[in-house]
């Protein structure tokens, strides 16, 4: 618009967003200074708070050094008090006396019990150090994410933190959920449907074996940064983790046991012959012992012992020792696939939540039985498996005494049979929306029918030997998952389902039924442009708007697109001001 850059209602600041966890300041002077300036601004402006006064003291006392020297004028630093100390700090009676004895005092102990002479450079050091260490919340970089599954956190909407001590998991008042350190992580994978080029999801692997995963926008992001740290980690770390006994065969070799601490020797990792050399923290012994029988730590620093006595217990069953070290060593994928892709090798079921939920199957008859013997595909005790033959029923228990919600329930299992073409009417399946109407329509009338619809079209969609069908039946799951969610218990039934399953529709059911979880249930069912869409197997899709100038253009919209964010995408297109008119 031609206006001054002084008046423009933005600024563009150059900062430091986040160390590497091997970050040294004596190797970069230059950068050394800028995030110097950038600590120092901060505290005094109350980005960065110090607990202790003796700490905001020693970094007054070091801005004075920087600029002054190690000789102190009382009168001078009176006068730049308030420059190096927050106004919050300065507004008690007498304040500026009181901080000026701190200071001075400050300055006298780090400056007078000095050795040698201090340099300039070495104090923007110790201050950049000290930032380091004191707020690694703070140098962080931050992702909006969705738990979905692992151990039970305070809250599901969540920010993944990613600094150089680790990944941490915060809610919206700053709150610590979950600190994972990198030598607490053995893997970090993500997921992404062949209809995406960006992954939406993302699981952390512990050395407990707990995963926890989350969706996010920035998971490929997310991923590369935590695989970066922890590959370089690893590369510079002298510290391994014994996960396999060894016995020594003869001198010059080490006797090591699951858990031990070996700290290696310099130069050790580049032995051709393919072992190691270290230091046994347990025995006190120094060898050889073979590469295959430690994990490389992620770390610089000596570890804790909890970690370590983690690594003990969990190796302690043959079978967890295995399952672990298929963690530890398969790379960043439990599949073989690049990039860290993660890809479940079994599909998960209703089975365990039919056991408690679903009414009892029908009583088994001599008839019944002898179809089971006679190999036919007869599911009618497997209430959570697919079926051909229409439900006399509603499967869950809590319909059971309501008649016609269970008719209702009977006649959505009937149309998803119809649509899935699992039952033949004599119609050709039109492209149309009248089926989809007639299985979503009563769920938005009535609450108790979400769980019914969800959990029959998962049934639809277990052991379903048909692809055909199957098909079809994810593009009902991918409806539904954009109409409405289901309750609270069945949802986490839902996200181990589609976190399982490998079809190329699961990974985009889950975002959608992330944010129907956020932005609510709509109003009416898929409109027949989406019926029409999902049935070619496209996930984008368009609608045409046209303007008063007989142009037109087409705007990418989903389930979850209100009129307001519409509006609003066509101002952006156009790069009108506003979207109010």
């Excluded at 950049?128 to 692992?150: C, D, I, M, Q, T």
């Excluded at 991923?223 to 690893?234: A, C, P, Q, T």
């Excluded at 439990?334 to 408690?356: D, H, M, R």
């Excluded at 307001?564 to 066509?570: A, L, M, P, T, V």
């Amino acid at each position: 618009q031609g206006t001054l850059e002084k008046i423009a209602p933005w600024r563009l600041f150059f900062r430091k967003e986040i160390f590497a966890p091997w970050h040294n300041p004596h190797d970069d002077a230059v950068a050394t200074n800028l995030i110097y300036q950038q600590v120092v601004r901060g505290i005094k402006f109350g980005e960065y708070r110090c607990e202790k006064d003796d700490d905001l003291a020693m970094i007054a006392a070091q801005q004075y050094f920087i600029e002054y020297g190690q000789e102190i004028h009382i009168d001078r630093l009176r006068e730049l008090l308030p420059q190096y100390i927050p106004d919050n700090q300065l507004v008690q009676n007498k304040s500026i006396d009181r901080w000026l004895q701190i200071v001075v005092h400050a300055h006298k102990r780090y400056f007078s019990s000095a050795k040698d002479s201090v340099s300039i450079i070495r104090v923007k050091e110790d201050v950049v150090n000290y930032a380091r260490f004191k707020w690694p919340l703070l140098f962080s970089r931050f992702y909006e994410a969705y738990k979905f599954s692992g151990p039970t956190l305070p809250k599901n909407e969540v920010i993944i933190a990613v600094n150089w001590t680790g990944v941490y998991v915060i809610d919206d008042q700053e709150q610590v959920l979950l600190e994972l350190s990198f030598p607490e992580i053995t893997q970090i994978l993500s997921s992404k449907s062949s209809s995406r080029q960006q992954s939406n999801s993302f699981t952390i692997i512990t050395i407990k074996n707990e995963e926890y995963t989350f969706t996010s926008n920035n998971a490929d992001d997310i991923r590369d940064l935590v695989i970066n740290f922890l590959e370089g980690l690893k590369r510079k770390s002298n510290y391994v983790v014994v996960i396999q006994d060894f016995e020594s065969s003869g001198s010059g070799s080490l006797s090591v046991h699951r858990g031990d601490l070996i700290t290696l020797e310099e130069n050790s990792r580049s032995n051709a012959t393919g072992s190691l050399f270290g230091y046994n923290e347990r025995t006190g012994a120094t060898g050889e012992f073979p590469s295959e029988c430690v994990y490389i730590l992620p770390t610089l620093s000596k570890p804790p012992q909890e970690v370590l006595q983690i690594f003990a217990l969990q190796w302690a069953d043959p079978n967890q020792q295995q399952i672990q070290n298929e963690h530890l060593f398969s790379g960043l994928s439990v599949s073989g696939n690049n990039n860290g892709e993660f890809l479940p090798e079994q599909g998960y079921t209703l089975e365990k939540y039919a056991e408690i939920n679903f009414r009892l199957p029908p009583k088994r008859t001599w008839s019944n039985t002898f179809s089971r013997r006679g190999g036919t595909n007869n599911n009618g005790d497997r209430l959570w498996a697919f079926q051909k033959e229409p439900l006399r029923q509603p499967l869950l228990k809590k319909l059971q005494e309501k008649t016609e919600l269970g008719e209702e329930a009977c006649a959505c299992f009937m149309n998803i049979l119809k649509y899935m073409g699992d039952y033949q009417t004599g119609l050709r399946r039109r492209p149309t929306n009248e089926l989809t109407d007639a299985i979503f329509d009563p769920a938005l009338k009535y609450e108790i029918l979400k769980d019914e619809v969800y959990c029959q079209i998962v049934k639809q969609l277990t052991d379903n030997g048909h692809q055909a069908s199957e098909s079809r039946g994810w593009e009902l799951m991918w409806l539904v998952s954009g109409c409405f969610a289901p309750s609270a218990v069945l949802l986490r039934e839902m996200n181990l389902f589609l976190r399982s399953r490998k079809h190329q529709l699961a990974a985009d059911c889950f975002a959608r039924l992330q944010r129907t979880l956020k932005n609510g249930q709509r109003k009416h069912p898929p409109h027949q442009v989406e019926v029409e869409a999902i049935q070619h197997m496209t996930t984008q899709i368009y609608h045409k708007v046209y303007f008063p100038d007989d142009t037109s253009e087409a705007f990418e919209v989903d389930s979850s697109t209100r009129a307001k964010d519409f509006c609003r995408n066509i101002a952006d297109r156009l790069k009108l001001q506003s979207s109010e008119g």
